[in-house]
């Protein structure tokens, strides 16, 4: 079956705009007369790469569908790394949430820049302190009611996992890639609902091997063809987040759709499979992040 992503994005995106309206008013109570009582989502973008760009814009009108209001900030690729920070900290003072598209140029400390975002707005889960919420190994003080958001591919995931009833228990997962973006973060949480995983890199020997063994697999390589029918098992439940030009200048997935979806029992095609479904996981992180606030409770002494 070819999982329709758009289509389970519009489902989820209707929901989720019942939330909003519930939030707006306490934005207003609140002193939030930017947007008037909008919630603020701001997107950086640092280049003039046009396929990022469109893939940012389409963030935006997704958000502004919702009720949310969106602005992107572009900024020249020789920017130097001192000024996109501070740019950042301009930027998350004026917003509700923000989120940087990457990859950034070589000459920019990645890392620095996602930690300028403070983690109460940290949509993607990029930064220091998100990253270290999410793989548990933070350190609490005194007492904190948890809000814990998952990084947005690991919650598309979840939705379309949840959408087809797939239990990860026992169940072999290959993920190809491990960026902090997909790979990593998937792998983790794959592990944590009781699935045994295969991590593949570039340096992995025979990937076939563990992909044929496979009930699941995730990839996001960004390498058009990566994944065909031969390297997957009958029934095997195909993730796509994948994308970049294939040898015909058209955008494709990781996988070798053609050949595999006759063998898949789930597939997300590449466009229109994990992508919309991925915007939609940023912004049901923007209303979880703003509908519940950390409360820390001191011990009396």
Excluded at 38 to 51: K, P
Excluded at 270 to 276: D, K, N, R, T, W
Excluded at 289 to 301: A, C, D, F, Q, W
Aim: net charge neutral; no cysteine; charged share 30%.
């Amino acid at each position: 079956m070819v999982i329709d992503g758009r289509k389970i994005a519009e489902e989820f995106l209707e929901k989720l705009k019942k939330e909003i309206k519930i939030l707006q008013p306490l934005q207003t109570l609140q002193g939030n007369k930017q947007a008037q009582g909008r919630l603020r989502l701001a997107a950086v973008l640092v280049g003039n790469d046009q396929e990022f760009k469109k893939f940012v814009e389409l963030k935006g009108r997704v958000a502004e569908e919702a009720g949310i209001s969106f602005k992107m900030h572009q900024f020249s690729k020789n920017i130097s790394n001192d000024d996109l920070v501070n740019e950042v900290i301009n930027i998350s003072d004026n917003s509700d949430s923000v989120l940087v598209e990457l990859p950034l140029p070589s000459h920019i400390n990645t890392q620095a820049v996602l930690d300028a975002v403070p983690v109460e707005k940290d949509v993607d889960v990029l930064s220091s302190e998100g990253q270290a919420r999410f793989y548990e190994v933070q350190l609490r003080r005194f007492f904190e009611v948890e809000y814990r958001i998952l990084p947005p591919a690991v919650e598309a995931l979840k939705i379309i996992l949840e959408k087809y009833n797939v239990d990860l228990k026992g169940k072999k997962a290959a993920v190809f890639g491990q960026g902090i973006l997909v790979g990593k973060p998937i792998s983790y949480w794959l592990e944590q609902q009781g699935a045994e995983v295969f991590r593949i890199r570039s340096k992995t020997e025979s990937p076939e091997k563990l992909s044929r063994k496979s009930d699941m697999i995730v990839s996001g390589v960004g390498k058009p063809g990566l994944i065909n029918g031969e390297m997957i098992r009958d029934g095997a439940i195909i993730i796509d987040f994948g994308y970049g030009k294939n040898s015909e200048g058209k955008m494709a997935g990781d996988v070798d759709f053609d050949s595999v979806v006759s063998k898949a029992s789930l597939i997300t095609p590449v466009p229109g499979g994990m992508g919309p479904v991925l915007i939609t996981a940023v912004l049901k992180n923007l209303v979880k992040l703003k509908r519940v606030s950390p409360i820390k409770l001191k011990i009396n002494e």
